[in-house]
C-alpha cells in the first residue's frame, strides 16, 4: 500500500468509527461544477479584481449602476445551470449513512441540498443566490422571479411591497452575518467527533475558526484544498487533490 492509499484507509477508519461528522464546504468544492471560486487560480477576484465591487454592500446600496451590473451579472449566473458534482453526492451519501451531524456551507449555490442533502443539515452561513431580500422590509422571494423582471426591462427591480432595493439574500463583504446561523455552526463544530474542511481557503471569519473549535473539541480534522489553508498544521490529515476524484474515495 503506498503511503497515499494508507493515509486515504486511515481516514475511512476515521469515519467509519465517528458519529458526528462536520462539513465545512467552499467555493472549492463547487468549481468541478462549473461555478468559480474567489481566491483560486482562476478565481472570479483573482481575475479580477473590481468584481469585488458588486459583492460589497455600500458599494450596492450607494451606486445603482453598480445594481445595474450585480443584476446583469446574476442573470448569467453559473449557479443556474449547475449541476452537483461527485463531491457534492458524497456528501449526500454520507447523510444516508446516518453519519452527517452538520453541513456548514460558505456556498451560496444550493448544489449540496440539490445533491439529496437535507434542508436542516445544512447551514448556509453566507446565505442563498436562489432568493431574493428587500433591504428595507425584509420580504424575500424566488431569485427567478426578479430575474424575469430585468430580463422584461427592469434594469435594478426593486421591492413591489415598499420599492426599497432588493439583493440577492446573500451575506455581501461589509454586510453581517446572521447571529443565529454563526452560533449554529460553531456549536455543531464543537459537537463533530470528525471534522472536514472542504475546498475553502480558510480565509473568512468567523467560520474559519469552526476548525479550531472543533479541533480543540477534540475532533480528527481532515482538510481537503488544493492550495495551503493557515489550518494545516493542525489537521490529522491534508489532501491536495481535486475534491470530487477524492472525497468520493475518502467517504466510500
Ligand atoms: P475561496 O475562493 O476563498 O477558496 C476556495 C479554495 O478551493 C481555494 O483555496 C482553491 O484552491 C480550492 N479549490 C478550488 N477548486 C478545487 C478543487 N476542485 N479541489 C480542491 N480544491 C479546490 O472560497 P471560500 O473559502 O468558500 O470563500 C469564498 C466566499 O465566496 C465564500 O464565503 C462564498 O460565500 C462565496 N462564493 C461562493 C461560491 C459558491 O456558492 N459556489 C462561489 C464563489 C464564491
Ligand atoms: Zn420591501
Known amino acids: 500500500m503506498s503511503t497515499h492509499e494508507a493515509r486515504i484507509d486511515a481516514v475511512r477508519g476515521w469515519v467509519d468509527a465517528a458519529a458526528r461528522v462536520v462539513v465545512l464546504t467552499g467555493a472549492g468544492i463547487s468549481t468541478e461544477s462549473g461555478i468559480p471560486d474567489f481566491r483560486g487560480p482562476q478565481g472570479v477576484w483573482t481575475k479580477d479584481p473590481q468584481a469585488e465591487k458588486l459583492s460589497n454592500i455600500h458599494y450596492y446600496m ?4 453598480i445594481r445595474k451590473a450585480a443584476w ?22 454520507l447523510e ?18 440539490i445533491a439529496g442533502n437535507s434542508a436542516d443539515k445544512v447551514i448556509e452561513v453566507h446565505g442563498t443566490v436562489r432568493k431574493v431580500v428587500c433591504m ?3 420580504m424575500t422571494a424566488p431569485m ?18 415598499c420599492s426599497g432595493i432588493l439583493k440577492s439574500a446573500t451575506v455581501s463583504f461589509g ?5 443565529d446561523v454563526i452560533d449554529r455552526a460553531l456549536r455543531c463544530a464543537a459537537e463533530a467527533d470528525l471534522f472536514f474542511s472542504i475546498g475553502t481557503s480558510l480565509q473568512v471569519y468567523p467560520i474559519a ?22 489550518f494545516d498544521h493542525l489537521a490529522d490529515s491534508v489532501f491536495r487533490e481535486p475534491i470530487g476524484t477524492l472525497l468520493p474515495q475518502l467517504l466510500r
Open 62 to 65: 450607494g451606486d445603482p449602476a
Open 72 to 93: 446583469q451579472s446574476r442573470l448569467t449566473h453559473p449557479a443556474w445551470t449547475a449541476q452537483p458534482n461527485a463531491g457534492h453526492a458524497a456528501l449526500a451519501a
Open 96 to 113: 444516508a449513512r446516518g453519519k452527517l451531524h452538520a453541513l456548514i456551507t460558505q456556498n451560496i449555490d444550493e448544489l449540496h441540498q
Open 136 to 138: 428595507d422590509c425584509g
Open 144 to 161: 427567478s422571479v426578479a430575474l424575469d423582471r430585468v430580463r422584461a426591462g427592469e434594469a435594478d427591480p426593486h421591492c413591489r411591497a
Open 175 to 179: 454586510q453581517n452575518l446572521v447571529p
Open 209 to 230: 475558526e469552526a476548525v479550531d473549535i472543533a479541533r480543540r473539541a477534540g475532533a480528527r480534522l481532515v482538510i481537503l484544498n488544493a492550495e495551503a489553508t493557515p
